[in-house]
DNA sequence: CTTGACTCCGTAGTGGCTACAGGGTTCAGC
DNA sequence: GCTGAACCCTGTAGCCACTACGGAGTCAAG
């Protein structure tokens, strides 16, 4: 049967090397047997079972979440409540980062595109100051 | 004069004592004069920096960049150009974040709200191990 | 005199990798 | 048989921006 060494596996599952032997350093990938060399010997269920985590963590889930969604998925008969709550869970936080970062973007909206020629005059300076400038700001707004 | 332990320039600043140590270990904050007995005596002049610094962080700016910022503050007569092509790339960044995280959000929604009584049913597992299953996919549809 | 809240310093831990350093193995070509 | 490239191994350190801890000194109130 053909076996796959960790470079192998890294291109079949679309994972580094360094990265494989980092999984099975905690855990998240059982350790392989070996050849007489010493090298990993991977079958095509590791290919599997990289793949699942490759995905998971694509759509954004801890490490430790994907430890408790490989048992799920070890355990067909159980009912998927835990998966679906871990989702909802990562719904929510996605959806919190979105709002988070959408706040960020308006605020850096209103301090971008100034070209003053003293740094006195830049809107991002004041704002980190927290100055009133007055001047500023009537500057901004004619050439604005 | 009055002058603040790093427990009161905390609270004047809004930026943790150990955080506030660590950025004078890492150069962000100059080292401030010692009491008799060892403790930080800081100036007024700290809770303007690190207001600066809190800020600029809020904004999303990296420690180095800031490094720039209170650098090109020192120098209001400089251009501000500078910091102007910081906040452009920093907005563009929070910009690709967003679409990233706004593609997640869509992924992560097509699989929520999964209420199997199997596992093996589950659209979230389903994805992970990259399952096609019609099955799966009518039983979802009919009880949607 | 004790208690509890502060201060100090240095180091290690967080997450999820990534990048070495320093060695061994394999294989193709000469 | 030799050389060199490309792989493999282990273990450790680095990334970012903190955060937490251990162990010790200091200080004000009761």
């Known amino acids: 049967m053909a076996t796959l060494t960790t470079q192998q596996l890294a291109q079949a599952s679309g994972v580094h090397a360094e990265t494989i032997r980092y999984y099975e350093r905690i855990g998240l990938l059982p350790a392989p047997p070996r050849a007489a060399n010493g090298y990993r010997r991977y079958g095509a269920d590791a290919v599997t079972r990289l793949g699942f985590i490759r995905r998971a963590r ?6 430790e979440d994907i430890r408790g969604l490989l048992d799920l ?7 998927c409540r835990d998966a ?61």
Chains 1, 2 share one sequence.
Not at 58 to 63: C, K, S, V
Not at 73 to 79: F, L, M, V
């Open 58 to 63: 694509e759509l954004g889930f801890a490490i």
């Open 84 to 144: 679906d709550a871990l989702v909802q869970r990562q719904l929510e936080a996605v959806a919190a980062r979105i709002r988070d970062l959408q706040a960020l973007h308006s605020a850096l909206q209103t301090l971008a595109g100034c070209d003053s020629d003293a740094a006195a005059h830049c809107r991002l300076l004041e704002t980190l100051e927290n100055r009133a400038c007055p001047q500023c700001d009537a500057q901004h707004a004619a050439t604005a």
């Open 73 to 79: 998925a070890a355990h067909p008969d159980a009912p």
